[in-house]
């Protein structure tokens, strides 16, 4: 015992916390007392004593010490003294008063008092001089006096709970105990008191220790202690410790090398009356690492513990070790604790008590199980424990308790881990009454939420079976687990308002249970099975719904059930609900009672959630006896592409109760004797008494029941399929009538689709049975006959399969049935299956309307196409864009409309703007071919451009008409949109004119030649608007529906489609043609006359000066085409519609010769040419052929061909430029 002291302080002494720098003493010299005149001791503020030599010991019965009651005096040890004195008064009670400071001198008495003091103790280190004093003294002797006499053991340690943590004082060496202060019998008591103790160690008690008999009290007093050692109680060893009426204890940096690591009370620990505890940063080597005590009452007071730690491998309660704690009205908060063994944070190994208090730990992490442990009964009455961010390593990172009682109470597990078995509870009997229970683990939890009656041989032996029981208002919340609650023995599960998801196996899994009830659950998200009841003997599943579930209820071996106001969506690998009765249920013969089977009631919706359909997933499994009172009422709902099938079938049941086998086994004799008897019924044999008999699990009975396994017989799947072999046998098979119901949900045949869900209801009669009639088949499926009708060819159709080609779009209508649309832009109607995809048109196009021919919220259509839609952008951009970009380009033409000098460069622009204008064209037909989609699409994948389709509704600004006005223009606002511009500049060039008093002379005609050629072709386009048509259906008598192409929601109106084009037409002539040649013809005898209509007959021939008008006839015709044959409905129309523009343009060029430069009608024919073989090739490319390998070739031909077109026209133009500059320089010079 000598050499384990020994070594177990030479080890702790290597482990003492730091110390501080020593502080500085006075200069001054400290007047010297002796024991006479200690004893009464006044002092003043400032005052200095020094003590005699090895310290002083009192022989009076009562001292009394008066410091000053502002200031300080101090009390320091003889100068020749190196290590800490003492001062002893053996038989003296000591009342201390004032303010005092100890500098390396302790206190030891047989009662300490303390009224209105405020003590100070420094540097009170004995631990040195024990081990010296140890290290010299007989082995003999200190086993005699570390023994403690049998009589004096205390009524606490009589109980047995405890006795091996005492650790006996040793009277004869009291200097071993108390750092600063030791009290003896008499206890220790502050009143009104503050008390500081700063590194300070001994073997008991590193700051404070009392005798084994004695109390310390504290009344409105305070006690501070840091960087404190001891061998137990690194701060306070006292066995009774009691704080009343606002008395506080703080403890930092306290280290104990056995148990206590901040205070050890081995009795009693009582905090009432607004007091509190505080420990921060306490170890200990053993148990307890903040407060080790027998019984531990709090009461209106707060428990603060941080950074405890019990770091043995088999150390239980690293902040809290304790046999019995109350708590009343109490806050108790713990923060990183850790322990090796049960009870991180708390660890009671009888009972836990709470009434109106709190618990909130977090970061507590145990070896062993539990981060709070409760050996017997954990109650708690109006009160809240909250655990968070905890582990432990085998079960019950949150809480491992036998017993769980719960009224009006909270208990909240937060982000709890276990490495082995429960995550979160490990319970055996757990009572909600008016309560919550909220359990949550993490995303990667392995283990389970609550695990009840792990040690089922255990419940049996003292029949105490474990419970689960929720009454009165509870609720279950369990998330993010492996399963939530499962229990292996249970007497009766009753859960209620409860809530369980993201679960991977069971929501609650109960076995051989008397009654498993669920009153009320919300469940999402559990893979496995959600209620698992094998071997139970009842079942009640009453109000619970379920989405994402593997499957809802399974019940084997089940006397009765009652299933009732059920809604869950299963994905049906296994039956949603499966449910059996045990044989023994259906007819049961016990010591000559005959009982007959129960009624049994189910009301069920249920509905197959992402089911494989080429597996008949089934919903419903049933197999109960015909019983007068059961009820059965179901819905079910397969998804798309199927329907509901019943299936029923009425049989016999034979059993054989197991209990009678038993009194079979007398008889031996050989199977084949009675085979030849012939014997040789069948029967199913209850499992009754081989629930957990490995030969009855693996259907091979070696004992001799002359029953054999039976092949061909079907039973409950609780049941063992057998043949009887003996009279006795045959005698005990009872007969009862059966029925099993199945739904299952059968795959639409080929030929056959639907693409909604398929929902049946279902009704018993009064036994329960369906009892539907032969051909009663429920299949919703609809026939794809009427698909190729509407489509004009044989698509995929089966199952939910529907694969809608690309260009046509199909609306779901009553019933299921589609009806089909040809799109009159093929990009919006993607095509594709119609059960996989989310919307039947494109990005930007609205799903409900036929043909996908209106544009979603956001998005607008181009003003050059009706049937495309383009995202908006931000308004007032596009406000801007409209109002300011036309009208610059018509002022700088305005203002050089007279420049007649440069010729050559007029009609350069006007050349690369012609073509510049027919390549934007031709670019919009390319956009719909496939072979332009191929090449964006890898030119996007090349460069890493492809994102989601989001993405695509993002713009900057958009000029579309509907962007602007909001909504979806008229073509009375299409009208007016393009109309505005020309009478806007109209009005301002008029009102210049008056202003200047100019008499609208050669500046107007000018601004009216360049409005009209700029704005009169858009403006005719907008009057064609009612003329154009498209169509979407056949009917059945092969005519179409007509629809106006920019007002898809009408029907086409010819009255309006035919007057508004010839009032556009009139419009165009007057105000262009006629008007300009009546100028060129009325002009040529005017002075000025290329200042008035230079624009018009500039770089023409004389016989030619007309020309002009035909250029505009011809960028009229070629928008108006753009508007009539909307490039997206009808591109090859288009296509022709523009080859025959620009032939005829190509055709009077080359007859007449426009121009007096040569050279320009040499480019201008060589243009025209090019675009009529572009032209020629576009046509190609739309084309329907099998095969694309030549219209790859030609697409790239023309894509390069037009780029270097322009890039020769910018070459051209800038040499033309380059040589007109050096002719004017020649000029001038």
Request: aromatic residues 8%; charged residues 20%; proline residues 4%.
């Amino acid at each position: 015992r000598l050499i384990l002291f020994l070594v177990v302080c030479e080890f702790t002494w290597s482990y003492r916390p730091e110390s501080q720098v020593e502080l500085g003493r006075d200069e001054e010299i400290c007047r010297e007392v002796d024991a006479s005149s200690f004893c009464n001791l006044i002092l003043d503020d400032g005052d200095c004593v020094r003590l005699p030599v090895g310290g002083i010991r009192l022989r009076e019965r009562s001292c009394h010490l008066q410091g000053p009651k502002e200031g300080l005096a101090r009390v320091l040890p003889n100068e020749k003294d190196k290590e800490t004195v003492t001062v002893r008064a053996v038989n003296a009670v000591v009342n201390i008063s004032g303010a005092f400071q100890f500098y390396r001198v302790r206190l030891d008495a047989k009662q300490l008092q303390l009224h209105g003091a405020r003590l100070s103790f420094r540097k009170t280190s004995i631990l040195q001089k024990i081990i010296e004093s140890t290290s010299s003294t007989p082995k003999t002797h200190t086993a005699t006096t570390t023994t403690k006499p049998a009589s004096r053991k205390s009524k606490f340690l009589k109980r047995g709970s405890r006795t091996s943590r005492w650790k006996p004082q040793v009277t004869k060496k009291r200097d071993k105990d108390g750092g600063a202060l030791r009290a003896d019998r008499g206890g220790m008591k502050l009143v009104d008191s503050t008390l500081e103790v700063f590194e300070s160690e001994a073997r008991y008690g590193g700051a404070i220790a009392l005798s084994s008999q004695s109390q310390l009290s504290l009344v409105n007093s305070t006690i501070v202690t840091e960087q404190t050692f001891a061998t137990a109680g690194g701060s306070i060893h006292a066995p009774n410790t009691r704080l009343a009426h606002n008395s506080h204890i703080v403890i930092s940096h306290s280290v104990a090398a056995s148990y206590g690591g901040g205070i050890s009370a081995l009795r009693l620990l009582v905090s009432k009356s607004n007091s509190s505890i505080s420990i921060r940063n306490a170890t200990a080597n053993s148990y307890a690492g903040g407060v080790d005590a027998g019984r531990l009452v709090l009461h209106d007071s707060v428990l603060r513990i941080s950074r405890a730690r019990a770091s043995g491998a088999a150390c239980k309660g690293a902040a809290i070790s304790v046999f019995v704690m109350i708590g009343q009205n109490t806050t108790v908060e713990i923060d990183d604790a850790r322990s090796g063994e049960n009870g991180a944070c708390i660890n009671a190994m009888k009972s836990l008590t709470l009434k109106g208090s709190s618990i909130v730990a977090s970061g507590c992490h145990t070896g062993l199980k539990g981060s709070v442990a409760v050996g017997a009964l954990l109650q708690l009455d109006n009160s809240t424990v909250e655990i968070s961010n905890s582990t432990a390593k085998f079960g019950g990172g949150c809480l491992l308790a036998e017993k769980v009682r719960m009224t009006h109470s909270n208990l909240r597990c937060l982000r709890v881990v276990s490495e082995v078995g429960s995550e979160a509870l490990e319970v055996a009997n757990l009572r909600m009454t008016g309560s919550h229970l909220s359990l949550t683990g993490t995303a990667n939890s392995s283990g389970n939420a609550v695990e009840m009656g792990r040690d089922a041989q255990k419940w049996k032996e003292t029949r105490q079976p474990p419970t689960f029981k929720m009454f009165e208002g509870s609720s279950l919340h369990i998330a993010d687990f492996h399963s939530g609650i499962l229990s292996g023995f249970n007497n009766s599960l009753l859960v209620g308002n409860a809530s369980f998801h993201r679960l991977k196996h069971y929501a609650v899994a109960a076995q051989e249970a008397r009654l498993l009830s669920v009153i009320g659950a919300n469940i999402s998200d559990v893979d496995g099975v959600a209620f698992s009841c094998d071997g139970c003997r009842r079942m009640r599943l009453l109000e619970v719904s379920g989405q994402r579930l593997g499957a809802l209820a399974r019940g084997t071996g089940l006397r009765t059930w009652q299933l009732q106001r059920l809604q869950a969506g299963c994905r049906c690998d296994v039956p949603c609900v499966q449910l059996a009765m045990t044989a023994t249920g259906l007819k049961e013969a016990t010591h000559g009672a005959t009982h007959g089977p129960r009624p049994w009631h189910l009301d069920m919706r249920l509905t197959a959630e992402d089911a494989n359909l080429k597996e008949a997933p089934v919903l419903v499994d049933i197999e109960a006896p015909k019983v007068s009172g059961s009820s059965q009422e179901l819905e079910v709902t397969c998804p798309p592409g199927s329907f509901s099938f019943v299936q029923e079938s009425n049989g016999v049941q034979e059993t054989l109760d197991s209990f009678d086998l038993l009194h079979l086994s007398k008889y031996e004799r050989d199977r084949q004797e009675f085979l030849k008897l012939g014997f040789n019924d069948t029967c199913c044999a209850s499992p009754r008494f081989f629930k957990r008999h490995a030969e009855f699990r693996s259907r091979n009975f070696t004992a001799p029941f002359y029953i054999f396994p039976a092949m061909n017989v079907t039973c409950d799947p609780a049941a063992y399929a057998c043949v009887c072999t003996d009279p006795k046998c045959h005698q005990q098979i009872r007969r009862t009538a059966t029925a099993s119901t199945r739904v299952s949900c059968i795959a639409c045949p080929m030929g056959q689709y639907s693409l909604l869900p398929s929902t049946r209801p279902l009704k018993g009669d009064h036994e329960g049975q369906i009892n539907l009639p032969a051909g009663a088949g429920g299949s919703s499926c609809i026939s794809c006959d009427n698909i190729a009708r509407q489509v004009g060819k044989s698509l995929v159709c089966s199952g939910s399969t529907v694969q809608v080609p690309r260009g046509m779009m199909a609306l779901e209508q009553d019933a299921g049935n589609l009806t089909f649309f040809r799109c009159p832009n093929a990009l919006a109607c993607p095509g594709g299956n119609m059960a996989a995809k989310s919307r039947a048109c494109a990005l930007g196009y609205e799903g409900s309307s036929p043909g996908c021919t209106t544009c979603m919220e956001g998005f607008g259509k181009k003003n050059t196409d009706p049937f495309v839609c383009k995202p908006c952008g931000r308004l007032f951009l596009g406000w801007a864009y409209f109002l300011l970009v036309p009208i610059v380009p018509v002022i700088l033409a305005v203002r050089s409309a007279g420049e007649t000098e440069k010729e050559r460069m007029s009609m350069m622009i006007k050349v690369i703007l012609s073509f510049g204008t027919f390549v934007a064209n031709v670019q919009m037909v390319l956009q719909q071919t496939d072979i332009y989609d191929r090449f964006e699409h890898e030119l996007k994948l090349t460069l890493g451009l492809i994102a989601s389709e989001e993405v695509a509704s993002d713009a900057l600004l958009s000029t579309s008409f509907d962007c602007l006005l909001g909504a979806a223009g008229t073509r009375w606002d299409r009208l007016g949109f393009q109309a505005f511009h020309p009478a806007l500049l109209l009005i301002i060039f008029a009102l210049m004119e008056l202003c200047a008093q100019k008499a609208f002379q050669a500046s107007w005609v000018r601004c009216c030649i360049v409005l009209g050629n700029s704005f009169l072709p858009p403006v005719f386009a907008a009057f064609l608007e009612w003329t154009p048509c498209f169509h979407m259906q056949k009917r059945e008598d092969g005519s179409f529906d007509s629809f106006s192409s920019y007002k898809t929601q009408e029907s086409c109106n010819h009255v309006m489609g035919f007057s508004m084009p010839l009032l556009g037409s009139l419009l165009l002539l007057l105000g262009g043609p006629l008007y300009w040649a009546v100028l060129v013809s009325r002009s040529r005898d005017w002075p000025q006359r290329k200042e008035y209509i230079g624009f018009l007959i500039a770089g023409y021939s004389d016989h030619c000066e007309w020309w002009e008008s035909t250029v505009l006839l011809r960028k009229a015709l070629l928008t108006g085409a753009m508007v009539l044959l909307p490039v997206s409905y009808a591109p090859i129309s288009l296509v022709i519609m523009t080859a025959c523009i620009m032939l005829a343009a190509l055709v009077g060029h080359l007859a007449i010769r426009p121009y007096k430069d040569s050279f320009m009608n040499v480019l201008e024919g060589s243009v025209l040419t090019y675009s009529m073989v572009a032209l020629i090739m576009t046509l190609y490319l739309m084309s329907k052929n099998w095969t694309s390998t030549n219209k790859v070739v030609v697409f790239i031909v023309l894509v390069l061909s037009n780029a270097v077109t322009c890039i020769a026209l910018l070459v051209v133009f800038l040499l033309v430029a380059l040589r007109g500059t050096k002719e004017k320089s020649a000029e001038e010079s």
